[in-house]
Structure formats: C-alpha cells, structure tokens
T-cell receptor, first 113, second 112 residues
Framework: DSGVTQTPKHLITATGQRVTLRCSPR?????VYWYQQSLDQGLQFLIQ???????AKGNILERFSAQQFPDLHSELNLSSLELGDSALYFCASSSGSYYNEQFFGPGTRLTVL | KNEVEQSPQNLTAQEGEFITINCSYS?????LHWLQQHPGGGIVSLFMLSSGKKKHGRLIATINIQEKHSSLHITASHPRDSAVYIC??????????????FGKGTHLIIQP
C-alpha cells in the first residue's frame, strides 16, 4: 500500500459526459501528479500540482482540468468525454523535494461508452 | 522532449534465470525510475536512481549517466516476478517541476 488513495476505482460513463477523479496523497506529500495510461499511448504525464499551485503541464487536453485543495487532495476533471479518453488514470504523490520518489495510487479505470 | 526506449519489449524466462531489462534515454535527466506494474494495474516504484547502483532483495538497478543507459536485473527469478517493468525519467530541471516520461514497458513472464 503506497499510502496514496484514489476514488472511484472504476467509472463507466457515456460520451459527452463529465467526471471527476479524486486523489489523496500520502501524508505530508506536497506534490501530486496525474498520469494517463491508455493502450495506444502508454503512460503519459498530464499535470503536476505542488502545495495547491499548478507546477507543470504535460499532455493534458483542454477538456481536462485539475486542482489541488488546501488539504492537498487533488481532483482531475474530465469533460466532453470521448471514447478515446477510456484509460487508467493514476495519481502519484511526492514530498516535493528535488530528488523525490513518486508513490502511485491504485488508479481509476475510466470506460467511456 | 526526452525519448525513453526499453528492451526487450517481451521476455519469457524459466524460474531461476538471471533477467536483464535495458533502458536508454535521449537527453539529460535528474533521476530515473524503475516501476513494476502487475496485471491488476497497480504501479509500484522499485527504484529511483541518479547515479551508480541500487540493490533491493533480488533486484539490482544500475545507471550510466554518460551513456544515458540503465539496467534492471533480477537474480534467481520467480513466477511472482511476472509483471510489466517500466523505465521512467525526470528531466534535468531543478525544483521537481516535471512529471515523468515513460518507456513502453517490458512484459516479463517467468515460467515455473
């Protein structure tokens, strides 16, 4: 158990809908990363937050957004969903220091029908 | 953008064999990670390296910064080592302001 929690575990929805994925980092970790794992693209970095502020952006679509709240949990919002958004979404957390190991949550499996 | 290449893509071996998985990257990095992903989907961080060598149980990871290459070795392999092993790198920028760039993974099967 990494100490990172993600909810829900599974999510099935329809095209055009909007969903919210939630992540709680390990106690004391300030950085939260979101990753997407799809069959065709593999694992990709989406976005990083550090202590409530956006730190870095990767391959995140404009239809996707994220935020980190004062209690350090983070939410990833996916809107106008398309079939191609079906994937595993992982959250990871780290302490935020320079050389920092990342600890991964169990993932949320999103299926868009 | 950093490209991360792993080899082999697939590897089937017999229990007890010594396993080597290779990872090459194209530009400077601040750290390299080896991750393990089991069929259930969860990702476990095995090692984070910035230089040299690390060992944990039967797993050994090495990195050569000059050659931009890392290897993951498994000694006395066991069927429970069957998983996808993923190499991932962080860029050379300071401040932890980058996410990871991932290789496509090596699918390892250890047969009893």
């Amino acid at each position: 158990d990494s100490g990172v929690t993600q909810t829900p575990k599974h999510l099935i929805t329809a095209t055009g809908q909007r969903v919210t994925l939630r992540c709680s980092p390990r106690s004391g970790d300030l950085s939260v990363y979101w990753y997407q794992q799809s069959l065709d693209q593999g694992l990709q970095f989406l976005i990083q937050y550090y202590n409530g502020e956006e730190r870095a952006k990767g391959n995140i679509l404009e239809r996707f957004s994220a935020q980190q709240f004062p209690d350090l949990h983070s939410e990833l919002n996916l809107s106008s969903l398309e079939l191609g958004d079906s994937a595993l979404y992982f959250c990871a957390s780290s302490s935020g220091s320079y050389y920092n190991e990342q600890f991964f949550g169990p993932g949320t499996r999103l299926t868009v029908l | 953008k950093n490209e991360v290449e792993q080899s082999p893509q697939n590897l089937t071996a017999q229990e007890g064999e010594f396993i080597t998985i290779n990872c090459s990257y194209s530009v400077g990095i601040s750290a390299l990670h080896w991750l393990q992903q089991h069929p259930g989907g969860g990702i476990v961080s095995l090692f984070m390296l910035s230089s040299g060598k690390k060992k944990h149980g039967r797993l050994i990871a090495t990195i050569n910064i000059q050659e931009k290459h890392s290897s993951l070795h498994i000694t006395a392999s066991h069927p429970r080592d069957s998983a996808v092993y993923i190499c991932a790198v962080r860029s050379g920028e300071r401040g932890g302001a980058d996410g990871l760039t991932f290789g496509k993974g090596t699918h390892l099967i250890i047969q009893p």
